[in-house]
């Protein structure tokens, strides 16, 4: 049997779960050949960066350390990391992964969401050429945890982490949003990066999903938008048609799927 290119952390769910994340007083632990290998590629990426005249800044992340499953509620254990390291380690030597032990990987969490209109449309999106990794692939709308989801409590909103993503992405901000779901978490097998899968419930129609798209401020980081009917034979369809794909968008449509089948059911 294939393996999926992803790995399962935390599954889906048909009830709704809580989840909330928290900061932990802890470091990536790494060695001076690790780090000489992130000073490179920070450096490549830079040059990389400056040639296609594109921004890129050594941004504060938020880092998977752990998680805690209970009654109903997943509590992610976060810890600080930053974009170099998330670089020079997961987006472009995920190969190491074996080699140097998981935990000296950056592992920001990254957050991920299917769309879903009011006409019954799911949609995803095809990643532009001007972006650092997955170059026209077919992938989920948004990004990584950042300090600016850091609440004053020392907690990091997840949910409204996700919000601010799609909306920089499509334009579609928080009044537009019928429900957000949280489908699970995710490992990507090529770069080993944690996801969050939600599914983002909007207000809109196609038409003005597409006319909020070409205003919105990240519009480029997609060159389409990517539909789909909601029906389990289209996404089956779809998954076996679609080329390439991320990884993160395989899992995304296997967990909405998931959560569609009765209990009991293979």
């Known amino acids: 049997m294939t393996h999926p290119p992803y790995e399962v952390l935390v599954a889906p769910n048909r009830s709704r779960q809580k989840w909330s994340a928290s900061l932990v007083d802890t470091t990536r632990p790494t060695t001076p050949d690790l780090e000489r290998i992130i000073d490179k590629e920070w450096e490549i990426q830079t040059q990389r960066a400056e040639a296609e005249q594109r921004p890129l800044f050594n941004g504060r992340l938020f880092a998977l350390h752990d998680w805690v499953e209970e009654s109903g509620h997943v509590h992610l254990k976060l810890h600080s990391t930053n974009y170099k390291d998330f670089v020079g380690t997961n987006l472009f030597h995920g190969d190491l992964w ?40 077919v992938h989920t709308f948004g990004g990584i945890l950042e300090e600016e989801d850091l609440g004053p409590s020392g907690g990091v909103d997840l949910a409204a982490a996700m919000i601010r993503e799609l909306q920089e992405e499509l334009g579609i901000d928080e009044p537009k949003i019928e429900e957000l779901i949280p489908l699970g978490m995710v490992r990507d097998r090529q770069i080993h990066q944690p996801e969050l899968l939600f599914e983002a419930i909007v207000t809109i129609t196609t038409a003005e999903l597409k006319q909020l798209w070409q205003r919105a401020e990240s519009r480029d980081e997609h060159e389409e938008l990517v539909p789909l009917e909601d029906r389990a034979d289209a996404v089956q369809q779809f998954l076996e048609a679609v080329s390439p794909i991320a990884p993160v968008a395989v899992a995304i449509l296997d967990f909405h799927e998931a959560r569609r089948l009765p209990r009991g059911t293979d």
Do not use: I
């Open 98 to 137: 074996g080699s140097v032990p998981p935990e000296s990987f950056a592992n920001p969490v990254g957050t991920s969401a299917l769309v879903r209109t009011s006409d019954g449309l799911l949609w995803l999106g095809r990643r532009g050429d001007q972006v650092s990794f997955h170059a026209g692939h």
